[in-house]
């Protein structure tokens, strides 16, 4: 894809109307109190930008998945679905960011129709209004031409600045844009462009690329399109034992997808075609259950019994697996190679997390969801290079996937 987009920073946003997507999608409370304010504050640095130039500043973002109640087949069923949903409101979340920036903060009961454009209509440059729950309206997630409409009917500009729903095409991710003047990628959204650009169009190399997690299914595509770029190819987690199956070895009760062996061995052969040193593990950590508790042991290749799953990678892959990383420039890293969220289970993830955060000299971009929550259980995500806002969008960027979202920002000239 191409990042030539307009940012944030080329837009005149005094006395604009600045409508901007961000991702208040938050942990919360039993009360709705929001638990953790990381991704408010993640976009503090785009909300600043705007009000410090004198812009209105409508700010958008999904909460949760809201049910249809219509669809609830009893009453009793229609009750939990509504207070379920009452959950989902935005109120609690626009407190805490009236509390973060310390200026006047509206909150609004729903996404477009006559009350929000009044509050629009009464803001003075620096104010924010933060609009409901866009999945509280049945059109955002069908991309509804009428609710882009009259989205883009109350701004001036649009931003984008939540990364992690930019691979969706919503109408306040990529319908809105096709009704406004301009569309700009804010600091979030454009950091990521930077970085995923880096990465597939001029990286530092060597190249390699970590991937694990449980599928290989889930990864067929990023898998065939890093064979195209990747000068070294690091596979561990869950997925590792379908290849280790796919070349004979007897892999227990481990994660195994039994109808990919063929699809495994087809990777093994376009790596070695290729020229990508396709690594794989030589021991594991096995466990006689899924447990922090259970019984463990290292066995090498082809040794993992019934009764026994692999839940990390061994010490010679954990060795074997660092001095490969050592020799290459730019690392990107998609999925923990163990059940880190085991202590017992995490070692492997760790050392490559600690060397990954213990090396300058390496570009280190982490894929979002599980990489990035285990970077942040070991305290290393600020020693990355990049740490991505968003699990899917990273995951279909290197896939090298358009994505809606970005595809229809504008272009700069």
């Given at each position: 894809?191409?990042?030539?987009?307009?940012?944030?920073?080329?837009?005149?946003?005094?006395?604009?109307?600045?409508?901007?997507?961000?991702?208040?999608?938050?942990?919360?409370?039993?009360?709705?109190?929001?638990?953790?304010?990381?991704?408010?504050?993640?976009?503090?640095?785009?909300?600043?930008?705007?009000r410090e130039r004198g812009g209105k500043l409508i700010l958008m973002s999904h909460l949760g998945r809201p049910e249809d109640a219509k669809k609830a087949e009893s009453e009793e069923e229609k009750a939990k679905i509504l207070a379920a949903n009452a959950k989902l409101t935005?109120?609690?979340?626009?407190?805490?960011?009236?509390?973060?920036?310390?200026?006047?903060?509206?909150?609004?009961?729903?996404?477009?129709?006559?009350?929000?454009?009044?509050?629009?209509?009464?803001?003075?440059?620096?104010?924010?209004?933060?609009?409901?729950?866009?999945?509280?309206?049945?059109?955002?997630?069908?991309?509804?031409?009428?609710?882009?409409?009259?989205?883009?009917?109350?701004?001036?500009?649009?931003?984008?600045?939540?990364?992690?729903?930019?691979?969706?095409?919503?109408?306040?991710?990529e319908g809105v844009t096709h009704y406004v003047r301009q569309s700009a990628a804010g600091f979030l959204v454009a950091k990521e462009m930077e970085y995923f650009n880096r990465v597939l169009h001029h990286p530092d190399r060597p190249l390699a690329a970590i991937l694990g997690g449980a599928k290989v299914s889930d990864k067929i595509m990023l898998i065939e399109h890093l064979l195209d770029l990747v000068n070294v190819l690091i596979i561990g987690g869950g997925m590792a034992y379908t290849f280790m199956k796919a070349q004979g070895y007897e892999v227990?009760?481990?994660?195994?997808?039994?109808?990919?062996?063929?699809?495994?061995?087809?990777?093994?052969?376009?790596?070695?075609?290729?020229?990508?040193?396709?690594?794989?593990?030589?021991?594991?950590?096995?466990?006689?259950?899924?447990?922090?508790?259970?019984?463990?042991?290292?066995?090498?290749?082809?040794?993992?019994?019934?009764?026994?799953?692999?839940?990390?990678?061994?010490?010679?892959?954990?060795?074997?697996?660092?001095?490969?990383i050592k020799t290459c420039k730019t690392v990107v890293w998609n999925g923990p190679v163990g059940v880190f969220e085991m202590d017992k289970f995490g070692v492997g993830t760790k050392a490559i997390a600690e060397l990954l955060a213990a090396s300058p000299g390496i570009t280190s971009v982490i894929g979002g969801g599980d990489t990035a929550?285990?970077?942040?259980?070991?305290?290393?995500a600020d020693k990355m290079s990049h740490v991505s806002t968003g699990g899917g969008a990273s995951l279909e960027m290197l896939e090298g996937k358009d994505l809606p979202g970005l595809a229809a920002l504008t272009n700069k000239v």
């Open positions: 894809m191409a990042m030539n987009k307009l940012s944030i920073e080329d837009l005149d946003v005094k006395g604009k109307r600045v409508l901007m997507r961000v991702d208040f999608n938050v942990p919360q409370n039993e009360d709705g109190t929001v638990r953790d304010d990381t991704r408010i504050r993640a976009a503090l640095r785009s909300i600043n930008f705007v935005m109120d609690p979340i626009a407190n805490k960011l009236r509390e973060i920036v310390g200026g006047k903060v509206t909150k609004v009961n729903d996404i477009a129709g006559p009350e929000v454009e009044a509050a629009v209509a009464a803001m003075v440059p620096g104010d924010i209004v933060v609009l409901e729950n866009t999945r509280f309206n049945k059109g955002e997630t069908k991309n509804d031409a009428e609710l882009s409409q009259k989205l883009a009917k109350l701004a001036d500009v649009y931003v984008s600045d939540a990364f992690g729903s930019v691979h969706r095409a919503h109408s306040s991710t227990g009760d481990s994660l195994l997808e039994a109808d990919k062996l063929d699809v495994a061995k087809m990777l093994i052969a376009k790596a070695k075609e290729k020229g990508v040193a396709l690594l794989l593990p030589e021991d594991t950590v096995v466990a006689d259950a899924f447990s922090e508790t259970a019984n463990s042991r290292v066995v090498g290749l082809g040794g993992i019994e019934a009764g026994w799953q692999g839940l990390d990678i061994g010490p010679k892959t954990v060795e074997k697996f660092l001095n490969a929550a285990a970077v942040n259980k070991y305290g290393l």
